[in-house]
């Protein structure tokens, strides 16, 4: 079963579906507890930042991979893939199905947070929260940074 990754529109905290909520600035020993069974990987670059990475989740009811971005063991990131229907899950995606991540995961964010998304990226408060095609890289990149 997985668990629905949703945004608090006042803080930016993440909820993941009863597991834990996770407030920007939450400590890294905190998502590595409560998130533990569904941990795919993390890579400690040695100058204070890390990421765990996580699967499991769904987002707009798709399925989601989720990566959280540490910097002195304090979360400021996070980002996270759709894994749309019909999509190929081979090594790269195509252009087209990067521009449908995007448009889908824009929608949800737009009924998440109630802002346009119109050009990929809002500002709040807490940061912000974006969802992007680079047509360079080849992928889609969508989360929330923090402030």
């Not at 400590?27 to 590595?32: K, L, S, T």
């Not at 409560?34 to 765990?52: C, Q």
């Not at 199905?97 to 119109?118: G, H, K, P, T, W």
Request: aromatic share 12%; charged share 20%; with cysteine.
């Amino acid at each position: 079963m997985a668990h629905a990754l949703t945004i608090d529109p006042a803080t930016g905290a993440l909820d993941l579906a009863g597991l834990t909520r996770l407030v920007p600035g939450s400590g890294r020993a905190e998502a590595e507890a409560a998130l533990a069974a569904f941990a795919s990987g993390g890579r400690d670059f040695g100058n204070g930042y890390a990421w765990l990475y996580f699967d499991g989740f769904e987002f707009g009811g798709e399925s989601c991979s989720l990566g959280l971005c540490y910097f002195e063991g304090r979360l400021t990131m996070a980002m996270w893939g759709v894994l749309l229907p019909g999509a190929s899950t081979g090594d790269w995606p195509s252009p087209e199905e990067c521009e449908a991540e995007v448009a889908f995961v824009r929608a949800e964010l737009r009924r998440q947070l109630d802002r346009s998304f119109a050009g990929g990226e809002e500002r709040f408060p807490w940061g912000a929260a974006y969802s992007l095609y680079d047509p360079k890289g080849g992928s889609a990149s969508s989360g929330v940074r923090y402030s």
